[in-house]
């Protein structure tokens, strides 16, 4: 299939009122987006992706209104997330309505809604007129993509359409938060931090060690977020020896060059935006090592952190 390349939110869209899958941006990272209650449409997400049928896709809105047509219920909980931080980085789980198709949430009786607040994306989708299925455009174990042109790498010839934007300002997948029993449990890091969470819901919990959290959080069990180069994670400087054909990545301090390639930001902000992009060009270069450097959990840097210690796996 020929993909189209598009900067019209109307042309894009078209393609997924016709059961068609389109790449576009989103505050967050680039989604791969079909009628979330279209099943063929869905399915065509998978494919082009391959990815895994058991990891289940988050529903994308334009309005809060559209809530309704995906979910049962909207708890106490829910309403206060949504008040709060829609539109944002942040995915609510909560109980499905028969619409939605058993294949977009992997069987599960849960789907995740989202409401990004990009322009574009909100522009898009309210253009669509349906909630949009969309996981992060990447060929599946890849790092996320953050650039219509990493889009293109993964899976040109692969679907109908790429919604051109800027890169994205975050960089980092949502924050994803289960909402469906009494005390939300937060299932993966994002740019909304457990923090802010517990200032509107102060019970919130992370989801511990010793819950199933692969049922609960069916994508973290699969491999994730992964460039071909081997990551490692360094507080301090590396030997002098170990830096030929590597790259090194972090914020602050400049270490002595002597790297392949070399990404000094400015903020913790800045290397999370940063370091989906840094990792595919690593692999584009051949980069065998790609030196990580930690940095405080605190704010976006929690999510960061977790996103490097998965690309280490
Ligand atoms: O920022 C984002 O969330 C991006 C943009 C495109 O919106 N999307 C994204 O989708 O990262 P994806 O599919 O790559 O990650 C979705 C995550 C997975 O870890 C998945 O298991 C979890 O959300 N998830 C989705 N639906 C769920 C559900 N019903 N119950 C529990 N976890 C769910
Ligand atoms: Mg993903």
Redesign the pocket.
């Given at each position: 299939m020929k993909t189209v390349l598009t900067d019209n939110v109307k042309t894009a869209a078209a393609f997924v009122r016709d059961g068609g899958t389109v790449a576009f941006p989103t505050e967050t990272?680039y989604g791969l987006g079909a009628n979330v209650f279209d099943e063929a449409a869905v399915a065509k997400i998978f494919e082009a992706k391959q990815r895994p049928a058991d990891n289940p896709l988050i529903a994308h809105v334009a309005a809060v209104e559209q809530i309704g047509e995906l979910a049962t219920e909207i708890t106490e909980n829910t309403e206060k997330f949504v008040e709060r931080f829609f539109p944002g980085p942040l995915t609510v789980v909560l109980r499905k309505t028969d619409r939605v198709p058993s294949l977009a949430t992997a069987g599960l009786g849960t789907i995740g809604v989202r409401m990004p607040r990009g322009e574009v994306a909100r522009q898009f989708l309210t253009a669509c007129g349906v909630p949009v299925a969309a996981?992060?455009a990447?060929l599946?174990g890849r790092p996320?993509p953050t650039t219509w042109q990493a889009v293109l790498e993964d899976l040109d010839g692969r679907i109908d359409c790429i919604l051109r934007g800027e890169p994205t300002e975050i960089g980092l997948?949502s924050t994803v938060v289960d909402c469906t029993g009494d005390v939300p449990v937060l299932l993966r890091a994002g740019a909304v931090s457990l923090d802010e969470l517990r200032a509107v819901v102060p019970e919130t919990r992370v989801a511990s060690s010793g819950e199933p959290e692969e049922s609960r959080s069916p994508?973290l069990k699969h491999r994730?977020y992964t460039p071909n180069a081997e990551v490692r994670l360094v507080s301090d400087t590396v030997p002098a020896a170990d830096c030929k054909d590597a790259a090194w990545i972090g914020t602050g301090v400049d270490p002595d060059s002597g790297f392949a390639l070399l990404k000094v930001c400015a903020s913790v902000e800045e290397y999370a935006a940063a370091v989906f992009e840094f990792f595919r060009e690593c692999d584009r270069r051949g980069i065998r090592v790609i030196y990580c450097q930690t940095v405080a959990e605190s704010g976006i840097g929690a999510a960061l952190m977790d996103r490097l210690r998965r690309a280490r796996l």
């Open positions: 990272v996981p992060s990447n599946s996320s997948e994508g994730h």
